[in-house]
């Protein structure tokens, strides 16, 4: 299977990636200067992309390529690395390099190598492309916020979306920053509200900064419902409350049962 790009949109790719350059960033004292004051940047990241989203972007970039053959390129690409690492090979491309090597300590010229002290480890750098990405890319202050749960994508187990539906007694697994919450404490956690109706989620299979799964209540209303997260992030002794950008409408359990 070969794609092929036409100029139209090489070109259409190439303003896409250079006309966003601003990475917006904070400053933060740096307490283990004691003696002078000096400030660290700390990049407010604005979301997180996964492969599915990104197999999303070049399909709607590429009209004529179904998302079934971008996929299978993606596939075939991680097995061919894969594989190629598995033979000891290193490993260039245009967005990063890696090869392996050997950690743990061996105490005799002859010894070899054992699971127990010893592990391989994958390394990774920064290719040509992704250098050049940053020589295109500026920073831009942006004011100091308190950190608050930040949601950047939802993905519902059970239709395989992500940020489109809930399907009541499913699983579900939000993505973001901050995320992580005291269980005990009943102001905190995962909510979902619909007009004067706000319920809290019970069932937390993980409770991480980065990501929280959740099962839904199987006996979901099938209203419009706003996600939100309260936590306590940081230093900070406040409940801050970050919510999902949109809200998430309840699949039909029928129609889900016909696919």
Same mark, same amino acid.
């Given at each position: 299977?070969?794609?092929?790009?036409?100029?139209?949109?090489?070109?259409?790719?190439?303003?896409?990636?250079?006309?966003?350059?601003?990475?917006k960033?904070?400053?933060?004292?740096?307490?283990?200067?004691?003696?002078?004051?000096?400030?660290?940047?700390?990049?407010?990241?604005?979301?997180?992309?996964?492969?599915?989203?990104?197999?999303?972007?070049?399909?709607?970039?590429?009209?004529?390529?179904?998302?079934?053959?971008?996929?299978?390129?993606?596939?075939?690409?991680?097995?061919?690395?894969?594989?190629?690492?598995?033979?000891?090979?290193?490993?260039?491309?245009?967005?990063f390099? #890696?090869?392996? !090597?050997? +950690?743990?300590?061996?105490?005799?010229?002859?010894?070899?190598f054992? =699971?127990? $002290? *010893?592990?391989?480890?994958?390394?990774?750098? #920064?290719?040509? !492309?992704? +250098?050049?990405?940053?020589?295109?890319?500026k920073?831009?202050?942006? =004011?100091? $916020? *308190?950190?608050?749960?930040?949601?950047?994508?939802?993905?519902?187990?059970?239709?395989?979306?992500?940020?489109?539906?809930?399907?009541?007694?499913?699983?579900?697994?939000?993505?973001?920053?901050?995320?992580?919450?005291?269980?005990?404490?009943?102001?905190?956690?995962?909510?979902?509200?619909s007009?004067?109706?706000?319920?809290?989620?019970?069932?937390?299979?993980?409770?991480?900064p980065?990501?929280?799964?959740?099962?839904?209540?199987?006996?979901?209303?099938?209203?419009?419902?706003?996600?939100?997260?309260?936590?306590?992030?940081?230093n900070?002794?406040?409940?801050?409350?970050?919510?999902?950008?949109?809200?998430?409408?309840?699949?039909?359990?029928?129609?889900?049962?016909?696919?």
């Amino acid at each position: 299977m070969r794609l092929k790009f036409s100029t139209a949109n090489r070109k259409f790719r190439a303003n896409y990636y250079t006309s966003r350059m601003d990475i917006k960033f904070t400053l933060y004292e740096n307490h283990f200067k004691k003696e002078e004051t000096e400030y660290m940047a700390r990049v407010a990241h604005s979301g997180c992309c996964t492969q599915e989203q990104l197999v999303d972007e070049i399909a709607k970039r590429n009209v004529g390529i179904a998302r079934s053959e971008i996929i299978a390129v993606l596939e075939e690409y991680q097995q061919a690395i894969i594989f190629a690492l598995s033979e000891g090979k290193q490993i260039t491309t245009p967005l990063f390099n #890696t090869r392996t !090597s050997i +950690k743990g300590k061996f105490s005799r010229h002859n010894e070899p190598f054992h =699971p127990k $002290r *010893h592990k391989v480890v994958v390394n990774l750098s #920064t290719g040509k !492309s992704l +250098k050049a990405c940053a020589a295109w890319l500026k920073g831009k202050r942006i =004011p100091n $916020r *308190h950190p608050a749960p930040a949601l950047f994508t939802i993905k519902d187990f059970a239709s395989k979306t992500y940020d489109q539906q809930l399907t009541p007694g499913g699983i579900c697994k939000i993505q973001g920053k901050n995320l992580k919450f005291d269980k005990a404490e009943p102001k905190q956690g995962i909510f979902l509200t619909s007009g004067a109706t706000t319920l809290r989620i019970r069932e937390i299979i993980d409770n991480m900064p980065s990501q929280l799964i959740f099962m839904l209540p199987p006996e979901l209303p099938a209203s419009p419902w706003q996600i939100s997260v309260n936590a306590i992030s940081g230093n900070s002794t406040v409940i801050r409350t970050g919510y999902f950008h949109k809200s998430l409408p309840v699949a039909s359990i029928l129609s889900q049962a016909a696919h």
